[in-house]
Nanobody, 124 residues
Framework: QVQLVESGGGLAEAGGSLRLSCRASGRPMNNLAMAWFRQAPGKEREFVAAIQGIGGKEEYADSVKGRFAISRDNNRQMLYLQMNNLEPEDAAVYYC?????????????????WGTGTLVTVSS
């Protein structure tokens, strides 16, 4: 089992920044591909960013490319999402997710473990 706990959400102004964190436990994190997803009210959960277990390959949703950056510290069992130049459309609950593979995936259906989410609110 893998437990994931997100933190770092909150209120930011449009154009501002937030950094989300996700702590993983239960398995060595270097065995896991990790990702961030988000879900806004009334919308389906959508992919934001993913990073493979080892090697650092990353992938981003088009809507966040150039603004968000995913990173990981396997030694500390931590996943991060740096969000810059936030837009009101970025407001959502952000979820950390993991799969038992080194290969990154971008579909929620491919992720086995989920955190409970952290709320990001962006004021315009």
């Amino acid at each position: 089992q893998v437990q994931l706990v997100e933190s770092g959400g909150g209120l930011a102004e449009a154009g501002g920044s937030l950094r989300l964190s996700c702590r993983a436990s239960g398995r060595p994190m270097n065995n896991l591909a990790m990702a961030w997803f988000r879900q806004a009210p009334g919308k389906e959960r959508e992919f934001v960013a993913a990073i493979q277990g080892i090697g650092g390959k990353e992938e981003y949703a088009d809507s966040v490319k150039g603004r968000f950056a995913i990173s990981r510290d396997n030694n500390r069992q931590m996943l991060y999402l740096q969000m810059n130049n936030l837009e009101p459309e970025d407001a959502a609950v952000y979820y950390c997710a993991a799969r038992l593979s080194l290969t990154l995936k971008t579909s929620p259906d491919d992720m086995r473990y989920w955190g409970t989410g952290t709320l990001v609110t962006v004021s315009s």
